[in-house]
């Protein structure tokens, strides 16, 4: 009962936040030098058919009128309408973000069965041919920006070997969209049992995944190497072994378990920027993703779509900061959501 | 949302009506190779926005739809080229309109209507459809309604339905851009009964249900629209208006990465790549399984523009400066691989209306330091290149190699780069940039049509503020007479003439439009430069 009350106070002094979110996007898009109206009025617009696309947008009306308009219509749910993608808000982030999410999470996932193991693994035999081979690893990740790894994988596995399928985004032209849940396409069709659009989906997801993950390879890896390190140089890990323990209780019993603290936080600050910064994962393979959708929102001062990009990454990010706190109270008892 | 498929409406569909297997949209997995021939895939880097070009807001890719799904009174023909096939500005060949009349002082203009003639959903298409059309087109705003002002179309009391196959149109005066406005993408033919049956009070045109159906009597319609992946064309075997499409289906998929699309095109995974790169359009010629057209656009021309509100620029003799100093060739190289025309070197003095023609500057430094020495500024100055970074891929280079031979010249130019939503306000609308690369292409391909945009004082692309008392004399008049008025020639090389004289845009080169197919024929250069479903095939 005590955690759900907790829980609830953490979501309330979420408000404010989101509150200040909804005014800082709003004044931020607007002080964008960028001009819609003209933007959008086409190639051989003039003065009339700009201010009639102006009236049209509801662009001529002074700022706080517009906010008015604005957080009425988020009251109900509305976010406006994308004018990039002529799609409501709504109905592009509800598309996007599964997608967006349903990458970065499989590539993070990917990332912690290879860095996690490989950071233990290096912890324990620093300076062993595994401990280098992290480093290596890690620094060649971390080092190759995405869109390069994305490409390199894309002439090798796609171009010169041809085992991959097309990168042409999320499922090759000859299969259908399963039917929406959750959006993200993997459990969608397993709900469906639908298993040939599962492994289109899985074909499809494995290169950008694998991009993705040998980026985030580098954080995950050395932070479990770095507690690791510090963890198993503990007093409470020489005292486990002194009193005989076998050496995997402690490995994994104690010291991973002491460890897991830092590595959740720094998996809590690879997905938030991972899930920002795809972008050029998205454009290589093609993925119709919430990075992409953002950024061509801003080049075209795409007012609507800029707020509903940002309110909906703020929530996520509250969301995302709460599982995290509960995460730690999971793995730390010591760790309570009381001041 | 009828239109757009569904799974379970497929499968009803497959199950109950006995359709053969080339009709269903899609299997659920088969290998691409095996979707036989009737399946065209087209990849492009370009995100469609809307169903309908009417619509505020609706971008250049999406003008596809109304060429692919709506047929138009009249269409242009198909010619032969050297890069290929091309539409043919100087035919104008009946579509919708089995023939038509003009009368005698060139204002009314009568089309009968084919009988035949069925909207996708099988209700004949009347001359009560093209007026409801038009009237949107010349009402709605924006874009269309300027383009249609183009061809003299303003008021829906110039559009008139006598009966269900006849359509006049009476224009304020004779133009002969009239007959060619017609065949652009924007006066298409609507289902105007089913558009009415969606329209409201707030929306009488019913643009909210065009914007995701396509109500036409087109080759092709939308069976599939999924917004930032894929558009997919199912062909109309109602289509009355040329020849049945070979192919069934057109798969239109976004691809924003050029590395990734030229893979895919290089493989033959998909048949057409739409408007790549001018780098993969020169690499990709040397690929013997790859076919690569390179269109010259007509009636565009990639320029300097020199701002006469800029004080340096009101001399002639530092525009000119600049004009002989500019590196052609090299820019011709490096921001188009070659790819288009040439528009330098030219002889001088103006012997034909071809547009775009050569202009009379080349590159040499010794002229142009000899005209920049007899000018005010023989000292040099400093200006600001501007350039669009939605464009750098051929903006940036050309700003550094102008930028570099300036700099000899002792004129200092710092190259700066401008948001692509500020672009057209800051270069088109308040025309504050001093120098700055512009871009504009006519639809409708005359001289005096370019220049009715590009050099008449205040209007659009006139970004240099030019004001010619020559050329806002010779441009209203010329602009309706036809080409074969005894007047229009002398006009028109009297206006390209002072257009280099004072060369306030200073001609690069004409840019092409590059696409390359891999298992498809058929393709055709269109002046809309989208690309057209109902002459391609599988090869």
Known sequence: ?339 | MSNILSRRSLLKAGAGAGVTASMLPFLRAIPASAAGNDVLVAVTGYTVNSLDIHRTGTNRPSYQIAVNCYDRLVSFGIKETEEGLSYDYETINPDIAESWTVSEDGKVYTFKIRQDAVFSDGRPVTSKDVKWSFDRAVTVGGFPTSQMAAGGFKRPDQFEAPDDYTFVITLDEASKLALPDLAVPIPMIMNSELAKEHATADDPWALEYTHKNTIGSGPFTVARWDQGQQLVYQRNDKWTSGPLPEIQRLIMREVPSPATRRALIERGDVQISFDIPNKDAAELDANPDVDVFSNPIENAIYVVGLNYAFEPFQDSNVRKAVAFAIPYEEIFQTAAYGRGKPLWGGKAGVTSTEWPQPSPYYTDLDVAKDFLAQSGYKDGFEVPLSIDIDQTSWMEPTALLVAENLGKLGIKVTINKIPGANWRTASLVEKRLPMHLETFGGWLNYPDYYFYWCYLDGHLFNSSNYKSEVIEELVPVTLPLPVDDPAWAPNVKKMIETAFEDIPRIPLFQPAVNVATHGAEGYVYWFHRQLEGKTLKKS
């Not at chain 1, 989101?18 to 931020?28: A, D, Q, R, W, Y």
């Not at chain 1, 696309?53 to 308009?69: E, I, S």
């Not at chain 1, 749910?77 to 709504?90: A, F, H, K, Y």
């Not at chain 1, 041809?162 to 396409?185: C, E, K, M, N, Q």
């Open chain 1, 1 to 339: 009962m005590g955690r759900l009350r907790q829980i609830s106070k953490r979501v309330a002094q979420a408000i404010p936040v989101v509150v200040g979110v909804v005014i800082i996007s709003f004044v931020l898009t607007r002080a964008l030098p960028g001009d819609p109206a003209v933007y959008f009025a086409g190639a051989t617009a003039d003065e009339k058919s700009i201010a009639e696309v102006r009236a049209n947008l509801g662009l001529d009306k002074p700022l706080p009128t517009q906010f008015l308009y604005y957080v009425r219509d988020l009251a109900t749910g509305d976010l406006g309408r994308s004018l990039s993608t002529g799609q409501p808000v709504t109905e592009d982030l509800a598309r996007r973000l599964p997608a967006s999410l349903e990458l970065t999470l499989c590539a993070l996932l990917l990332s912690c069965l290879v860095a996690i193991p490989l950071g233990v693994l290096a912890a324990t035999r620093p300076n062993s041919w595994v401990d280098h081979l992290c480093r290596v690893l890690v620094t060649t990740g971390v080092s190759m920006p995405t869109f390069f790894t994305g490409i390199l994988l894309i002439y090798v596995f796609y171009y010169l070997l041809g085992l991959a399928p097309s990168p042409l985004g999320r499922l090759d032209f000859i299969y259908i969209d399963p039917p929406s849940v959750t959006g993200f396409f993997l459990i969608d069709s397993i709900l469906a049992g639908d298993w040939e659009t599962f492994l289109g989906a899985l074909k499809q997801l494995v290169l950008p995944a694998v991009t993705l993950a040998l980026f985030t390879l580098a954080p995950i890896a050395r932070m479990t190497r770095a507690a690791m390190l510090s963890a198993l140089s503990s007093d409470f890990i020489r005292t486990a072994r002194a009193a005989g323990l076998t050496w995997r209780t402690i490995l994994f019993g104690y010291a991973l378990r002491n460890a897991m603290l830092p590595v959740i936080t720094t998996l809590g600050m690879v997905f938030s920027f991972t899930l920002g910064a795809n972008v050029l994962v998205e454009k290589v393979f093609a993925w119709p993703g919430i990075g992409s959708y953002a950024v061509e929102a801003l080049v075209a001062s795409d007012y609507a779509a800029v707020q509903g990009f940002v309110l909906a990454m703020a929530l996520l990010f509250v969301a995302l900061n709460l599982v995290i706190d509960i995460l730690y109270t999971l793995i730390d008892p010591r760790i309570g959501f009381a001041d």
